[in-house]
């Protein structure tokens, strides 16, 4: 199952529209783990108005990745 991230995704779509204080560092932590597992897993995917906090995406590829209103601060 590696490289399966879908239960990662899910995670991260489910910070959409939540609070910042009631989720933390859920999603950015999350968005890290599926990166590094597969550089491109985030490619197309909607996160918009998620939460997702000090994700690192270094060398990533978010190529039509929608994060219209999402929170990536650190």
């Known amino acids: 199952m590696l490289g399966n991230n879908d239960h990662l995704i899910k995670v991260i779509e489910a910070t959409r529209f939540r609070n910042e204080d009631v989720v933390g560092y859920v999603g950015g932590n999350a968005a ?39 929170n990536l601060a650190d």
Not at 50 to 64: G, H, Q, Y
Request: glycine content about 6%.
């Open 32 to 70: 890290t783990l599926a990166v590094k597992v597969d550089k491109g897993s985030l490619e197309g995917r909607d996160f918009s108005s998620a939460v997702i906090k000090s994700a690192d995406f270094t060398s990533v590829i978010l190529r039509n990745v929608n994060f219209r209103e999402a």
